[in-house]
């Protein structure tokens, strides 16, 4: 229950940040997100789960050119 709960939080701060700033970069996503969440501490590897979780949900995409990149999808 926990996990779910932080799970949600983590993806709700990656779709607030990325509706406002539209692409970013990986690691900029990841810093803001633990800068953000004051709750708790967010893991990396939770970050990383939960913007898979989002590109699946077509919330987010990959940069073409870019790998390394996340575009909000609108």
Do not use: T, W
Request: glycine fraction near 2%; hydrophobic fraction near 45%.
């Amino acid at each position: 229950k926990v996990e779910e709960d932080r799970e949600h939080a983590i993806q709700g701060q990656i779709v607030r940040l990325m509706k406002a700033r539209k692409f970013m970069a990986f690691e900029h996503i990841i810093e803001e997100v633990q800068k953000s969440l004051v709750q708790f501490s967010p893991e990396v590897k939770s970050i990383r789960r939960c913007i898979d979780q989002l590109i699946e949900k077509e919330f987010l995409a990959r940069a073409e050119e870019n790998f390394n990149v996340l575009l909000y999808v609108s």
